[in-house]
């Protein structure tokens, strides 16, 4: 089972920045996805997530009208586009895949974001 991030980087505010989560050995399609992050001390924090089919996606209040998050289940792949990034968004972003009630709950290793000018 591997949930492998891509696309992290150092941008500057207001840049943009696509993210992708590889899923691997296990049926993604069934798993609804969700991207996390960590800044620099402080809590990992819930950023978006989709249900196994791709919809009703959620986002934390600090992303909402910025970031969108998506799946390609036929790719097993999950995404998280990120416009007009502040400085407060660096952090490193983890992708996790579960099943409804976290029988099966896998996560990614992480990818860093650092916005700064």
């Known amino acids: 089972v591997q949930l492998v991030e891509s696309g992290g980087g150092l941008v500057q505010p207001g840049g943009s920045l696509r993210l992708s989560c590889a899923a691997s050995?296990?049926?993604?399609?069934?798993?609804?996805v969700s991207w996390y992050r960590r800044a620099p001390g402080k809590e990992r924090e819930l950023v978006a997530s989709?249900?196994?089919?791709?919809?009703?996606?959620n986002y934390a209040d600090s992303v909402q009208g910025r970031f969108t998050i998506s799946r390609d289940n036929a790719k097993n792949t999950v995404y998280l586009e990120m416009n007009s990034l502040k400085p407060e968004d660096t952090a490193v972003y983890y992708c996790?895949?579960?099943?409804?009630?976290?029988?099966?709950?896998?996560w990614g290793q992480g990818t860093q974001v650092t916005v700064s000018s």
């Open positions: 996790r895949a579960a099943t409804l009630q976290y029988v099966y709950d896998y």
């Open positions: 050995g296990f049926l993604f399609s069934r798993y609804q």
């Open positions: 989709t249900t196994s089919a791709g919809g009703r996606p």
